[in-house]
């Protein structure tokens, strides 16, 4: 991977520690043209286990039917298994989802810290020591190297990625033929730490993964949350729903 896959524009990403944002996601109907272009809210947080890897999943929902905020596992599991649904499904910030709340007759979004009281029955994700297939250390002298998996529901679009993603994703060339199954690269070098990604097609229209390697130069892997919450962030927004992050190695 060349030198200009090295982002100078995620080193502040990597580095950061704050508590991450939710994820909002905004729910359109069903019918035709001429409709309202949302008629519900979807707020959502993964539970992560100490080496980053996602343990569980909160969802919870406000529709113009129930009209208050309810948590559901559920919802969370179907936007993922139907097709239908997903298709129906947007990402959006938070400022989009605050605008599209008060249109909706919901007044105003609730805080962050008020949302996440809103998760009670989380949706538990498969969790499983990763498998070493070597020693403890880091392939290039470092101190430890890893391999994560972001695994996204859905089909990649394109257009939306190489409008809203480019400092994070460099496309292939022939990424636009279904056959492709290395879309585009990334990666990211700060002063102790190496990290490299690929945006993959697992299934046509089915699912896409981010494969993320990552030589930790030290014992501090403070800078994997970030990242990895920077490059599902980036991929949600162009189409596909993030639906577990896996540690392979």
């Known amino acids: 991977m060349a030198g200009d896959s090295h982002r100078a524009g995620l080193s502040a990403t990597a580095g950061a520690s704050a508590q991450p944002a939710l994820d909002y996601y905004l729910i359109t109907p069903?019918?035709?043209?001429?409709?309202?272009?949302?008629?519900?809210?979807?707020?959502?947080?993964?539970?992560?286990?100490?080496?980053?890897?996602?343990?569980?999943?909160?969802?919870?929902?406000?529709?113009?039917?129930?009209?208050?905020?309810?948590?559901?596992?559920?919802?969370?599991?179907?936007?993922?298994?139907?097709?239908?649904?997903?298709?129906?499904?947007?990402?959006?910030?938070?400022?989009?989802?605050?605008?599209?709340?008060h249109r909706l007759g919901g007044g105003e979004l609730p805080g962050e810290a008020t949302l996440r009281e809103c998760f009670r029955d989380t949706l538990a994700l498969p969790d499983s020591a990763p498998l070493r297939l070597g020693p403890e250390g880091g392939s290039r002298g470092g101190h430890d190297s890893r391999v994560y998996r972001v695994l996204f529901a859905g089909d990649l679009r394109l257009p939306g990625l190489a409008r809203l993603a480019p400092e994070?994703?460099?496309?292939?060339?022939?990424?636009?033929?279904?056959?492709?199954?290395?879309?585009?690269?990334?990666?990211?070098?700060?002063?102790?730490?190496?990290?490299?990604?690929?945006?993959?097609?697992?299934?046509p229209g089915v699912a896409c993964c981010v494969d993320l390697t990552a030589h930790l130069g030290t014992t501090c892997d403070d800078a994997l949350r970030p990242l990895l919450r920077s490059l599902t962030t980036a991929i949600r927004h162009a189409g596909p729903i993030p639906v577990t992050i896996e540690r392979f190695s």
């Open 30 to 101: 069903e019918t035709g043209p001429g409709a309202f272009p949302a008629e519900g809210l979807v707020v959502e947080e993964f539970v992560f286990a100490g080496d980053h890897r996602t343990i569980g999943l909160n969802t919870a929902r406000w529709s113009t039917d129930d009209r208050a905020w309810q948590s559901s596992a559920a919802f969370g599991r179907a936007m993922r298994e139907d097709p239908r649904l997903r298709a129906r499904v947007a990402a959006a910030g938070r400022t989009d989802a605050e605008a599209v709340c």
């Open 168 to 203: 994070v994703i460099t496309l292939a060339e022939d990424a636009d033929d279904p056959r492709t199954r290395i879309a585009g690269t990334g990666g990211l070098r700060t002063a102790r730490d190496v990290f490299t990604w690929e945006l993959r097609r697992i299934g």
